[in-house]
């Protein structure tokens, strides 16, 4: 019905369109449109292009080694590794670890400035705050962070009994940096009301930071350690289930991927 009703003589043109307009310039601002867009596309396959060659070099020299970045050793990566449910825990237990780090460096600078405010015991406590900077670092990495990594990510009962074991003795260890008993490289509460009280101010708010460190990633760690102790329960992991895993892979299988 429509067919007939339409208006034979309508003009298919609007009548807001000039007339006299000149196409070649739309042509123009379409091709150059269009150049743009193809030269957007070349820079993106570019940078593509560059990517790729990176992480080739980067697998040549390295291997799939991605952490610590400035020299990786290991593969990490928890967003590939680790199942969806799980990735917010051990995201967290990371960044705790970061805390860790930071806290090692706050403490090592904290105790310089013990040394420098006279504190009779700071050339012990430099000593000490400079060891544990570079042994608790790298064993808390290796000793309860990456056991529980990998087990979230296989599955196993020995993970989990690495982390247990590590991971509790370092609770303790946050418990004894935050008391910050003179001569043992901490600068926790003790060392920061000794300061406070000397008037040392610089000395005193290190020494605050490093005890907020230690408190916070302690706490947190303590909150994750429960969480994982319930997962390990309610997964069935028992002490047989270790051994049989011990006797089957080796105790270096428990350091890698694979």
Request: glycine fraction near 8%.
């Amino acid at each position: 019905m429509s067919e007939f009703t339409e208006n034979p003589f309508a003009s298919s043109h609007s009548l807001d369109t000039n007339p006299f307009d000149d196409p070649s310039s739309k042509q123009a601002a379409q091709l150059d449109a269009h150049f743009e867009d193809i030269s957007r596309r070349e820079r993106d396959l570019e940078r593509r292009e560059r990517e790729l060659n990176q992480r080739a070099e980067h697998i040549r020299t390295h291997g799939r080694n991605n952490w610590p970045p400035f020299y990786p050793l290991i593969y990490h990566a928890i967003s590939e590794e680790i199942p969806e449910a799980s990735r917010p825990l051990i995201t967290r237990l990371y960044q705790l670890w970061l805390v860790l780090l930071g806290t090692l460096i706050i403490n090592m600078v904290a105790c310089i400035f013990l040394l420098i405010a006279g504190s009779s015991d700071g050339g012990k406590d430099l000593g000490g705050s400079i060891g544990y900077m570079f042994i608790i670092a790298p064993l808390s990495f290796l000793l309860w962070y990456r056991p529980i990594y990998n087990g979230y990510m296989k599955e196993q009962a020995l993970y989990y009994y690495f982390y247990f074991f590590f991971g509790g003795f370092h609770l303790l260890f946050s418990v004894y940096m935050i008391i910050g008993i003179p001569s043992t490289g901490s600068a926790g509460l003790i060392q920061m009301i000794q300061m406070y009280a000397q008037g040392h101010w610089a000395a005193g708010i290190l020494g605050t930071i490093a005890t907020v460190g230690w408190t916070v990633q302690g706490l947190g760690n303590a909150f994750y350690y429960r969480q994982i102790w319930n997962h390990h329960s309610a997964a069935g992991h028992t002490v047989d289930k270790a051994k049989a895993e011990l006797a089957s892979h080796g105790a270096k299988a428990y350091f890698t991927r694979g």
